[in-house]
């Protein structure tokens, strides 16, 4: 039983063009959302998070959006750069355990 | 500030063996968690550890054991190894187990043959 789904396991996108990585949960108490990023032989790296009680977080090219009514989240890359190739886990968490349960990725590939 | 380490990078086992995995959280972090990631099932929490005690167990045989030491470095174990045991086994550290954000090392590639 998946709690955080990432249905698209793979994204090609023109390098200078707009990157939208999608991720849907179940878990009505997840209350914050995390993305990740991973390069291969590397941990994943923290990128960008949300609360539940906002519906937008910026931070300079990475902008999430949280639809709580749909229950889905979605990362916006503008513009992307052949560096942001690599896969993004979203994630997310309820309550005070913290404990995080992660989609199954998706693989963007930017191409220049 | 030295990041997460895992050690070893890289391991081969035999089935029926056991293995342990090493991992040193950043300084200050008291929280360490363990991940196994395979294809397609992205990353599975194993168990979180605070303070020395077990927080938070993952949907895993009891095959797979963990423990934090005083200086919050923590130990997974896989006792009987399968061949589905083969995998990336991540661990991540933050500074309190209260805290959204964790912090990853490279991981440990486990391949059991």
């Known amino acids: 039983d998946q709690q955080v789904k990432q249905n698209s396991p793979s994204l090609s996108v023109q390098e200078g063009r707009i990157s939208i990585l999608n991720c849907d949960y179940t878990n009505s108490m997840f209350d914050y959302f995390l993305w990740y990023k991973k390069y291969p032989a590397e941990g994943p790296t923290f990128l960008i998070s949300?609360?539940?009680?906002?519906d937008k977080n910026e931070d300079g090219r990475f902008t999430v959006f949280l639809n709580k009514s749909a229950k889905h989240l979605s990362l916006h890359i503008v513009p992307s750069q052949p560096g942001d190739s690599a896969v993004y886990f979203c994630?997310?968490?309820?309550?005070?355990?913290?404990?995080?349960?992660f989609g199954s990725g998706t693989q963007l590939t930017v191409l220049p | 500030k030295a990041g997460v380490t895992q050690t070893p990078r890289y391991l081969i086992k035999t089935r029926g063996q056991q293995v342990t995995l090493s991992c040193s959280p950043i300084?200050?972090?008291?929280?360490v968690s363990w991940y196994q990631q395979t294809p397609g099932q992205g990353l599975q929490f194993l168990f979180e550890?605070?303070?020395?005690?077990?927080?938070n167990k993952g949907n895993f045989p009891g095959r797979f054991s963990g423990r934090q030491f005083s200086n919050s470095r923590s130990e997974m174990n896989v006792s009987t190894l399968e061949l589905g045991d083969s995998a990336l086994y991540l661990c991540?550290?933050?500074?309190?187990?209260?805290?959204?954000?964790?912090?990853f090392g490279p991981g440990t590639r486990l391949t059991v043959l």
């Open positions: 994630a997310a968490t309820p309550g005070s355990a913290r404990q995080l349960t």
């Open positions: 550890y605070f303070s020395e005690t077990q927080r």
């Open positions: 991540a550290s933050r500074r309190l187990a209260g805290e959204d954000t964790q912090y």
């Open positions: 300084s200050g972090h008291r929280s």
């Open positions: 949300i609360s539940s009680i906002k």
